[in-house]
């Protein structure tokens, strides 16, 4: 339980607080007062510490070392993959995942080569937060959660539990854990120094903090249906009669 406690108590400080913050307009952001001030916060630690450790990080790093590094953390989060296709009865997705790991384990280096993805065997996204939406369970509000940014309670409790399967925490000496933990990150956070760009682009006067929240939303549903997310309905009044009396007036007359 003390362990629980410690490696968890930022995550567990975050959700506490949920219940007495401001509410919006918003129902899938019902403490949008608190993430918008998480959100301020996260953004100006990436600003002065994060992106610039990450930038520097990639341009010390030659292109190979980087490469194999991403691959390497890539090859740790099979181990969840797996696990999370299994609960979620993707039987063939689960003995793929397995597959890769045994391939890029040996004969990628422990995961610095992908050789498994040269060998169609594809590299699947499934976390805990998606298993339990497959099993029913509601995402709950959104919540931005310092340094890790987006989530809903859902995924965050998918955070908690897959936490349990990823190899990096069963790292028992806690000052090279902490160490690995750092290097993923910072390897993350260097593979999307291109997307800062993306910023420029921003229509003067739209609010960053609701396109990050949508493009979150909008991401996590398309992981969970695999690609395939269920099309809404948004013509419910649609008049049907009326659109083919005026398909017909726009039909050129032969006479």
Request: charged share 20%.
């Amino acid at each position: 339980m003390k362990n629980f406690l410690k490696r968890h108590t930022p995550l567990l400080m975050a959700a506490s607080l949920i219940t007495g913050c401001a509410t919006s307009g918003d129902p899938r952001d019902p403490i949008e007062g608190f993430n918008r001030g998480v959100y301020k916060f996260n953004t100006t630690f990436d600003e002065y510490i994060f992106n610039p450790v990450a930038t520097g990080y990639q341009t010390i790093t030659p292109k190979f070392v980087d490469k194999g590094i991403t691959n390497f953390f890539g090859n740790l989060s099979d181990v969840g993959n797996a696990v999370n296709n299994l609960l979620q009865f993707k039987v063939q997705h689960a003995a793929s995942d397995v597959g890769r790991i045994v391939i890029n384990s040996t004969i990628g280096l422990l995961g610095f080569m992908d050789v498994a993805s040269s060998m169609d065997l594809k590299k699947h996204n499934e976390d805990f937060g998606q298993t339990m939406a497959t099993w029913g369970i509601g995402a709950g509000p959104y919540i931005v959660l310092p340094i890790l940014g987006p989530n809903t309670t859902r995924s965050s409790v998918g955070l908690l539990a897959d936490s349990y399967v990823d190899p990096i925490m069963r790292i028992s000496h806690i000052p090279t854990r902490n160490t690995v933990i750092a290097l993923k990150f910072i390897d993350l956070r260097s593979d999307l120094l291109a997307v800062d760009a993306l910023k420029d682009l921003l229509v003067e006067g739209v609010d960053e903090y609701d396109v990050v929240k949508d493009a979150y939303l909008q991401r996590r549903e398309w992981l969970i249906y695999d690609g395939n997310p269920p099309i809404e309905e948004e013509f419910d009044d649609y008049d049907d009669e009326a659109f083919y009396n005026y398909e017909e007036d726009l039909t050129p007359s032969n006479s």
